[in-house]
Each structure stands twice: as C-alpha cells, then as structure tokens.
C-alpha cells in the first residue's frame, strides 16, 4: 500500500517543491490548499499519485474536520507536513490584535489541533510522522514581524511536547527550521538574492533541501522531538534585524 502524506499549503512555493518530491520518491501526495484552487489542481494533475483537499486554515474545527475525513478513508496516511503559514508585519512596539490572532490561529493553533488528530486516529503502517515547519528566528530572533514570530514559538514549543507524549512508539514529531529560501512579503527580486546570502555559507539556501529535509524526517531516523534547521547557518549568526530590511538598511 502506498504511503500518504499531506502536506498543507501544498500547492505553491515551498509547500509545491515538497509535494512533487514526496510524489518523485513514490508517494500518494494530499495537497492542501486554501485559496489556490487552480494551481492545486495543476499541481496534482502532474504527478502521479496525488489529490487535492480546502481549507481555511483559520477556521480550526473545518482542519480538523479534513483529518477526520482523511483518516477515514487513507489506510496508510503515515506523515503530516504542516507547512502552510502566514508572514504578516507588524511592530515590537504595538501588537496588531488582529495580525497576532490570524497568525497565532493559522500557525500554531490550528496545526496544533491538526497534529492531535492526526496522531489519534490516522492508519499508518511503520507509525506516523508530523513535521512542523518552524523557523530559525526560534533561536535568531529579532524583533520584525512580531506576532508571526511569537506565533512560531508557540508552535515550536509542541513538537516536544507532542512527542514525549506520543502514545505509539513507533510515532514520531519533529519540527523543521528554515531561513530565508524564498522571497518574503514585499521583497524584490535583488534584495532577495542578497539577504538570502546572509548567512555562515554565503548561499541561498533552495526550496529542494527543504523537501529532501522533510524526505529524511520521514523516515523517522531522528528521536521524536528533534528540530532540524535548514538555513545554510543563520541560526548560528546575530542579526539585529529581519534580513528582508537590513538589505535596505
């Protein structure tokens, strides 16, 4: 029986180059979308074992309502790739309400409750996976996009907590930690290419080790827990500043 993997926010950027890989390697791939329908469906009429779900991420009963559903007709649904997120400014100094509560919702609540339910009643043959993509401001911060990033805290602080308290052994919860891969927000195509170079390797980082990443995470060859950063070294470098302003600074 083939192996399924649902991979939210499936559809574009990211999220695409992670479908087609796990679909390359010989997996039934769900991508979930939530608006983009039409570059969903293309998606999935490219490869060769895939479908497509909606959602609304921001609306975490009809989330967990897809995995209800999902789980009761995959038999071997075996990972989870909450990778679907929301990158919305605002400031250190003055909390939007509405930013913050659309981004804790989307990026941490909502995948939370998706992660539970997965790993209560999907069928997996080798046990389950959850991968969460995080972020390496986890361990770089600074003070930019202040609500996206206290929302990628909370979520971070789950995958352990999910995981010591797995009841399957076999189970396994890991998070998983990029830089800059792609342009973000209101970046321009040259300030991407240089702020995705600040850091140790000098390198854009590409979308494909982040799909041969969650490839390996898979498996499940790491202890249940464990986050991986894939940033070609910013998490390892002080930077005062979100790099998309300190290329225009």
Not at 15 to 26: D, K, L, N, P
Not at 76 to 83: A, D, F, H, Q, S
Not at 163 to 177: S, T
Not at 195 to 201: A, E, K, P, V
Request: hydrophobic share 45%; glycine share 6%; net charge neutral.
């Amino acid at each position: 029986m083939r192996p399924t993997v649902l991979i939210t926010g499936g559809a574009k950027r990211i999220g695409a180059t992670i479908s087609r890989a796990f679909a390359q390697a010989g997996w039934h791939v769900v991508i979930h979308y939530g608006s983009s329908r039409q570059e969903a469906e293309s998606l999935a009429s490219a490869l060769p074992f895939a479908e497509c779900v909606q959602c609304d991420l921001a609306d975490g009963n009809a989330a967990v309502a897809m995995i209800n559903n999902l789980a009761a007709r995959l038999d071997n649904w075996r990972v989870l790739v909450n990778c679907a997120a929301i990158f919305l400014p605002d400031s250190v100094h003055a909390l939007d309400p509405l930013i913050f509560a659309r981004s804790t919702t989307i990026n941490a609540e909502t995948p939370a409750r998706m992660a539970q339910t997965f790993l209560n009643i999907a069928k997996a043959r080798g046990g389950r996976r959850v991968i969460g993509f995080l972020d390496q401001k986890l361990v770089n911060p600074n003070p930019d996009f202040f609500s996206y990033t206290m929302a990628k805290h909370a979520f971070a602080s789950t995958v352990r907590m999910m995981a010591m308290a797995a009841g399957n052994r076999e189970d396994r919860v890991y998070g998983l930690a990029p830089g800059a891969v792609l342009p973000s927000y209101d970046q321009r195509t040259e300030e991407h290419r240089l702020s995705g170079c600040m850091n140790l390797l000098h390198r854009l980082t590409e979308p494909r080790e982040l799909a041969d990443a969650a490839l390996f995470l898979a498996e499940g060859w790491l202890a249940s827990g464990e986050t991986l950063f894939v940033d070609s070294g910013q998490h390892l470098l002080a930077q005062p500043r979100d790099v998309l302003y300190l290329v225009r600074q």
